[in-house]
Each structure stands twice: as structure tokens, then as C-alpha cells.
């Protein structure tokens, strides 16, 4: 078969996964009709329907008689009772008011909304199209989406329209540019040159599964690092491929559409612009240096207690810090810039700027409110636990060993990825039972994290249900209007696909020359 007509077939697949895709209902819908899908399913597995089906439940992993721990169930919880619909209405706006996406973008987008309408943004970005050579943009946008993951989930609400942005000022379709940047984000999940908050917070879920079978064995939070580094540029490769040579095509020459409310898109900076630029980095600079003097020394204000595996005091306060310091340093930057622009003259020009963002994101919240209803039945059903735990029997009771069995668990971690968004809670279930069972095939625990942690990222860009997901489509309706849930997730897959084809192999093939993963990160138990 020819290269042309495999291109087409696969243009035809993705054409199709769109059109079925679109043909759901919009996201507000979709997770209020998700709400009422899991009410009923927690009324059916929780005993609702006694005479067709009993109470579901699962043996809670790390517990029972082969541990020698007390035997606990996971029960799905009928929320349809008296208890559960109380439980619905009397938490439904503390749901909202605490679903953690939601503040940390409406939190960044003030700093940003200063930063953009000043005009700061698009010169700077004009610049950087100017200075990096075309040839390294896109491959630059996926591997700086890798590394966003330093700043928690700031990546999404930052680098996704950045990266339309970017592309727009190229004169290239801006949906590109959006894809790219997501798909480093939240594809290459976990890849990373630098250390996480998220590799302490795996790490203290897979020391006590490791436990069960060795209880001084200990888990050191960077035991992946070297993987995870190493996979940076193979990652930022095949998310270039896709862009370039699949999505590209695909999308085809971008014309805006009548109404939509983009700025005139020029190369040229003018001398005002860039002395303004000069100053807005300058202050950039001087706000990291305040931050560095905050983390350098061992009691510096945002440093924590001691941790004892560090042998210092942790950083876990300027972790946690990350969104109100890239809130000042965006808000400040633009107030800078906006100054010696002129394009600030009184504190009122300030306060529309930040109204005006704050009006853009008016479907987010909506869609935020009942997002964080669904995902707080489903945490509440239990649904997600037991099929976590149904999922994983399944893979043992089909018999596989060793590698097969790992890639085995990749696949079964990136399915359920597609139901569970919490990283840490789909492994607070699946490492009392993976990493012990591997232990005594002789793989270290680090080996099972390493493999969870690649199926916990590629397929995140597939699925509705990750809390970021309406976001994007938010994003991208900036420039095409009726871009829908099928034209994200046929946007997307192709990312997947490259990105699980590159990184299962990579772990095999990390194993198979016995490579330390990390920092005390053996590939091999040796009890």
C-alpha cells in the first residue's frame, strides 16, 4: 500500500473519530449526563436493585489474610439513599469552591489577563518566534510542556495558549499549536529533566506497598529520575513528528472566522515595545531572584522542615507556592510592561484587564461547576476503586510474567487513567497490588512505579474526564468556534499513539540492559 493512501486512511479514521466524537453533547451536558449515569450505577452496584444484584465489593489491596492485615472491602456506595443524597446537596458548593483546577486557573489567569491585554505576551512572543529557528519551535513547545510539570498544573492554564499563540504568529493553524503544547503537558506526564512534586507523592505510596513484602525496604522519591529525564527527548521528538507531519496536513491553512475577536498578528516590534519588554524582564528577573533567596537557604521562607531523605529541609511550601509566585510574576511583568508602554495610565486600565480575562473564562466555570460534581460522586461511589481493583485481578488471572506482564500493567494503568484523573489515588490502588506481586518475580517496586507512571500519562489526552479537558476546548474555540470534544480527542490521539509506541519499548528495552532507573533505582529486588 502506498505512503498516500495509508496518510488517507488515517486522515479517514481520525475524520470519523471526530465527526462521533462531536455528535456528544457539549461538555456541561456530558458531565451533568455523567452525574446522572453515576447516580444510577451507585444505586444499582450499591445494593439498590437487591434482588439483581448485591452490593458490589472489592477486598481492599494490602489487606486480608495474606498480608496479615485485617481483611477491609471496598463497597460502592449507593448515593440514591437517604445518607448519599444528603451528602449531594449538602457539600455541592464546596465541591466547587474547592475543585483545585478551578482556582489555580482563575488564580493565574488575573496575572495573566494583566500580562496579555497590556500587550506584554505578544511581543514577547514575536521575539521568541524571531530568535528560535523554526525548526526547533514545536519540538520546544512539547519539551517545555513536559517541564511545566515543575509548576504543578500551571501548564495547562500557561503553555496550551501560549502555544496556539505562538503558531498563530508563525502564520500557521493555531490548533497545531494548542495540540503540541497539550500533549507535552499532559501526554508526557511525568517525563521531566528536573525533580516533581509528583515523584515524592508516588514515591510515598509505593514504600508501604513494598513493605508488605519487605518492611525495611525503602523508596527514594528520585529512584525514577533517570528514565523520566531521558524520555524528555524522545517524547519532544514524536510529539514534533505528530504535529509536523500528521496534525499539520491535517489542519490545513487557518482562516479566522467571522467574529472572532483576534488581534492583527505582525512581526514587527517597534522600539517602544522592546525597551517596554527589556524593563518587564528585568523585573521577571529581579522577582526569581527574591524567589531563589526564598528556597536557597536551608530556613529560607519558603522552605519546610527537615525531610529526612533529602537531609535537608524540604521544599514542599515553595512547591505549594508555585501558582501565587507565577500569578505576581505574570501580574507584575505586564504592570511593567503596560507602564513603560503606555499602555497603562491608571489603576482602572489595571482592573478592566483582569475583568476582561475573568469574562473570557465564564464557560470554564460553568463546565468547572459540574465537572467537580461528577468527579466527587464518582470519588464517593467508589465506582473508580473497584474497577481499579476488577481491572488489575483481570490482568493477573490471565497468567503473564516479567516484562510481558509489566507492559501488561502499562496498559491496564493508561485504561484506567481514562475514568480515574487522580495520579495518586489510582496508584494508592494499584501499588499494594502490583508491587508486591512483582517483588516476588524479582522486580523492585521502583520498576512498578517506573511502569505505572508511563500508563498514567499518554492516554490523560484521550479522555473527558480529565479536569483540564473543557479547558482545552475553551482554548481552541478562541480561534475555531465549534471545536468540539471529537475534534479534541481526534486532535490527540495520534499523540498518544506515538507517544505509548515510543515509551513502552524505552522501558523494555531500559530493563532488558539493566539501566538504574534513578537515584537508588534498581531494576531488580534482591531480597
Known amino acids: 500500500m502506498s505512503e498516500t493512501k495509508k496518510d488517507g486512511f488515517f486522515k479517514r479514521v481520525l475524520d470519523k473519530v471526530e465527526v462521533i466524537g462531536n455528535k456528544l453533547p457539549q461538555p456541561v451536558t456530558l458531565f451533568a449526563i455523567l452525574m446522572g449515569i453515576v447516580l444510577i450505577l451507585s444505586w444499582i452496584f450499591g445494593g439498590g436493585i437487591p434482588w439483581l444484584i448485591e452490593g458490589t465489593s472489592v477486598l481492599k489491596p494490602g489487606t486480608g489474610a495474606d498480608t496479615g492485615v485485617a481483611a477491609e472491602y471496598i463497597k460502592v456506595k449507593n448515593l440514591l439513599t437517604k445518607d448519599g443524597l444528603q451528602q449531594v446537596f449538602t457539600n455541592m458548593v464546596d465541591v466547587f469552591a474547592t475543585f483545585p483546577p478551578l482556582g489555580l486557573v482563575l488564580v493565574v489567569m488575573l496575572g495573566i489577563g494583566v500580562a496579555e491585554h497590556t500587550g506584554m505576551i505578544a511581543v514577547a512572543l514575536k521575539v521568541f518566534v524571531s530568535k528560535v529557528p523554526k525548526y526547533l519551535i514545536t519540538f520546544s513547545i512539547v519539551v517545555a510542556g513536559m517541564i511545566s510539570s515543575v509548576a504543578a498544573d500551571a501548564g495547562y492554564v500557561v503553555l496550551i495558549p501560549m502555544g496556539g499563540a505562538i503558531f498563530l504568529g508563525m502564520g500557521r493553524h493555531p490548533l497545531a499549536g494548542i495540540a503540541a503544547a497539550f500533549a507535552g503537558v499532559s501526554g508526557g506526564f511525568g517525563a521531566n529533566f528536573l525533580p516533581t512534586g509528583l515523584d515524592p507523592m508516588i514515591a510515598a505510596f509505593t514504600e508501604p506497598a513494598a513493605n508488605l513484602i519487605d518492611p525495611a525496604y525503602t523508596v527514594n522519591p528520585l529512584s525514577n529520575w533517570y528514565l523520566m529525564a531521558a524520555s524528555v527527548p524522545l517524547v519532544g521528538i514524536a510529539g514534533t513528528w505528530v504535529t509536523e507531519k500528521i496534525l499539520v496536513p491535517r489542519l490545513g491553512l487557518y482562516t479566522p472566522e467571522e467574529g472572532l475577536d483576534l488581534e492583527e498578528q505582525t512581526n514587527d516590534v517597534t522600539r517602544t515595545e522592546k525597551k517596554a519588554l527589556m524593563w518587564s524582564m528585568i523585573s521577571v528577573l529581579a522577582l526569581i531572584g527574591l524567589v531563589v533567596l526564598a528556597i536557597a537557604p536551608e530556613n529560607g521562607l519558603l522552605r519546610g522542615d527537615f525531610d529526612e531523605v533529602l537531609g535537608t529541609n524540604s521544599f514542599q511550601p515553595f512547591y505549594s507556592s508555585l501558582v501565587p509566585i507565577m500569578f505576581i510574576i505574570f501580574f507584575v511583568a ?194
Do not use: C
Open 334 to 527: 505586564g504592570l511593567v510592561y503596560g507602564i513603560v508602554a503606555k499602555t497603562i495610565k491608571t489603576d482602572k486600565d489595571v482592573s478592566d484587564m483582569t475583568a476582561k480575562s475573568m469574562s473570557t473564562m465564564g464557560l470554564y466555570i460553568v463546565i468547572a461547576f459540574v465537572a467537580a460534581q461528577f468527579v466527587a460522586y464518582f470519588n464517593w461511589s467508589n465506582l473508580g476503586s473497584v474497577l481499579a481493583v476488577k481491572g488489575s485481578d483481570g490482568l493477573q488471572a490471565i497468567g503473564f510474567t516479567g516484562i510481558p506482564l509489566l507492559v501488561g500493567f502499562i496498559l491496564i494503568s493508561s485504561l484506567v487513567n481514562l475514568v480515574m484523573g487522580s495520579a495518586s489515588a489510582k496508584w494508592a490502588l494499584l501499588a499494594p497490588i502490583f508491587v508486591p506481586m512483582l517483588m516476588l518475580m524479582g522486580y523492585s517496586p521502583e520498576t512498578t512505579q517506573a511502569a505505572y507512571r508511563i500508563g498514567d500519562s499518554y492516554s490523560n489526552i484521550l479522555t473527558p474526564l480529565l479536569p483540564y479537558f473543557p479547558l482545552v476546548i475553551v482554548f481552541a474555540q478562541k480561534y475555531v468556534k465549534n471545536v468540539g470534544i471529537g475534534t479534541l480527542i481526534s486532535m490527540m490521539l495520534p499523540y498518544a499513539i506515538a507517544f505509548m509506541i515510543v515509551r513502552i519499548p524505552m522501558f523494555v528495552a531500559w530493563i532488558m540492559l539493566n539501566l538504574p532507573l534513578g537515584i537508588q533505582g534498581p531494576i531488580y529486588y534482591n531480597p
